[in-house]
């Protein structure tokens, strides 16, 4: 507050004229560079702030005041320096923040008058905005300007509560119309919940932030908050990436006003924290490339990528596919994929060890192993999709690959797919690393038409083209020796007579988790030994098929399954197969149309 007597004002002459049609003014309040000629008597009798100002002058004809930060400008001090007139105004929810913050400013309270300028704003606020939410949030949107003035004479915190309030008793008659409306009546219901919504998604990022946590705290429904937030972060957020083009040579720079993160960050802490599947699952996919994009806190993409995992085998290919937002990396974002993995495979393991009853014969089709399947399968897609990306490193999509458990994949057709693409990428990796990548590969787990593409891919490695031969060959013997269920019935008694017994008594925990695992691996054999059956039978029509036509060459089928393992045939037999003639025969008698690359 500054006394001045020196400048050289600019009057508003609107007010004035009208006031000092009859009289001159003998002051002049100036508000930030206009100002007002003006009487003292009129306002040294109302306003207390004015009163000490010139009581405490030591010129007696003061003739000039400075208001220095006074709240609401000079539009707010008209209306005040009117109500000390006696002129006529309207309070509206547009000017009453500032009216009532200017009459805290000029100390117009009952000391000075009944009835004064105070009491009126008051008067209105609890009256009159406080009943109606779409009031109190106009009166919010207004306080905005005039902070922190208006949150320490308690205005915000007036309208916080009359929204949620407000929003709480819709909400309850919402349901009471359910019960006795017809369903024309709930679609109106509906359409008035939603234009609060919409208005709340004018307020700042700050302000927004109080209104939702005193709505949770009331009770309001979960879906409505977030249905709020998303049209908020819609709202706000919208075209932020749109300057942004994402090219694989990253020379573009990216400016992120620091508005944007903090918009992005409070959105995801006013997430509801309570399991639930009513965030829809691209909205969340959304908010996290956002995060990435303007660059959010660490603690901020960690909590939208707990949230996807808890989801994880409801995602779509197209939802993994982020692009990377950091210069000289791979054109898609391999790390926030990975993580999100282990935060999925930490959820899967937690339900295991929650789970503390034995699992029965019809829980094959478990919740988590379902998942886990499913994922599987979600990840295989994802690198092959990633696969063709000259800047992705061997090292991270060997991370992709060994993430997921062995078994996450009941054959590996989708995980060869993605191998061969990522070498046909990449000519240029060693044969150390091609081996590195390839071993990943169960040759046991890959189908009839995969071992057909194996067997002659030149990209392979060649110890990986061996190992298919191999588990071909002992593929055959097995279907040659055993037939029907004695083949899962012998192998499956295998497996088990190789896990041996236990060494040294363990606890019943241990025993437990022993268990569990066996379980899963049978369960898994046995899924594997379905898929080789299939496999199998498909071969035995095309071996039928080839018997039938060429049975009047005086071929027969014994011959035939001689051809089959004519290949395999080592020094015992005293002949030497050369490794290409073998693989080319082979291809030649069984070749699928298994194209890949």
């Avoid at 999709?385 to 054959?411: G, H, N, W």
């Avoid at 990796?429 to 071993?439: A, G, N």
């Amino acid at each position: 507050m500054v006394l001045s007597s020196s400048s050289t004002p600019r009057f508003c002459n609107s007010f004035a004229n009208r006031i000092f049609s009859d009289m001159a003014g003998d002051i002049t309040i100036t508000i930030h560079d206009v100002s007002f000629l003006l009487h003292k008597f009129p306002l040294v009798s109302q306003s207390g702030k004015i009163r000490k100002m010139v009581a405490e002058a030591k010129d007696p004809n003061l003739s000039k005041l400075d208001l220095i930060n006074f709240p609401g400008g000079p539009e707010a001090f008209e209306l005040a320096a009117k109500f000390c007139y006696g002129l006529n105004f309207e309070i509206t929810t547009g000017n009453i923040a500032h009216l009532h913050c200017a009459a805290e400013y000029l100390e117009m309270t009952e000391d000075y008058r009944d009835d004064n300028l105070l009491t009126r704003t008051e008067t209105y606020l609890n009256e009159v905005v406080t009943t109606s939410l779409e009031k109190s949030v106009q009166v919010l949107c207004s306080c905005e300007t005039i902070l922190p003035l208006a949150d320490s004479l308690g205005i915000i915190d007036k309208c916080v509560e009359a929204i949620a309030k407000n929003a709480c008793k819709e909400q309850l008659v919402e349901g009471l119309s359910r019960l006795e409306c017809d369903s024309g009546r709930i679609d109106a219901k509906g359409r008035c919940l939603e234009w609060w919504i919409e208005d709340l998604s004018g307020l700042k990022i700050d302000l927004y932030q109080r209104v939702i946590s005193v709505m949770v705290s009331r009770g309001i429904r979960q879906d409505s908050v977030i249905a709020s937030i998303m049209h908020y972060a819609q709202s706000s957020l919208k075209g932020i990436g749109k300057s942004r083009i994402w090219n694989p040579a990253r020379t573009t720079p990216v400016t992120v006003e620091d508005s944007q993160r903090v918009i992005v960050e409070t959105l995801v802490s006013l997430l509801p924290t309570e399991k639930s599947s009513s965030i829809p699952i691209d909205f969340l996919f959304g908010m996290l490339r956002m995060a990435i994009m303007v660059d959010s806190s660490f603690a901020c993409r960690l909590a939208l990528e707990r949230r996807i995992a808890a989801r994880l085998e409801m995602v779509s290919l197209d939802d993994l596919l982020i692009p990377s937002g950091q210069n000289g990396e791979s054109l898609f974002d391999v790390d926030t994929i990975h993580r999100i993995l282990v935060h999925f495979l930490q959820i899967i393991e937690q339900e295991d060890e929650e789970d503390c009853g034995y699992e029965s014969e019809g829980d094959m089709g478990s919740p988590s192993h379902s998942s886990l399947l499913k994922v599987g399968r979600l990840v295989d897609a994802y690198l092959a999709e990633i696969a063709p990306d000259p800047y992705l490193s061997f090292q991270k999509f060997i991370a992709m690959i060994e993430v997921l458990p062995d078994y996450a994949r009941v054959i590996d057709d989708g995980l060869y797919r993605a191998v061969d693409i990522y070498l046909k990428a990449h000519p240029m990796l060693t044969e150390h690393v091609r081996k590195k990548i390839c071993k990943f590969i169960d040759c046991e787990k890959l189908s009839q038409e995969a071992c057909n593409h194996a067997a002659q891919n030149d990209r392979l490695p060649a110890h990986m083209a061996i190992r298919v031969l191999y588990y071909e060959q002992l593929r055959l013997k097995s279907a040659i020796t055993m037939t029907g269920p004695s083949a899962l019935s012998g192998y499956m008694s295998q497996k088990i007579c190789s896990s041996g017994a236990p060494s040294a008594p363990m606890s019943p925990r241990d025993t437990y988790a022993s268990l569990r695992r066996e379980n899963r691996d049978l369960k898994l054999e046995i899924s594997r030994m379905r898929v080789r059956l299939s496999d199998l039978e498909k071969e035995q029509v095309c071996m039928k098929q080839g018997m039938m036509d060429k049975s009047g060459n005086g071929k027969t089928f014994l011959t035939l399954i001689s051809k089959k393992f004519g290949m395999f045939a080592g020094p015992a037999n005293g002949n030497q197969h050369k490794p290409g003639t073998g693989r080319k025969s082979r291809s030649s008698s069984r070749r699928r149309g298994y194209s890949i690359s």
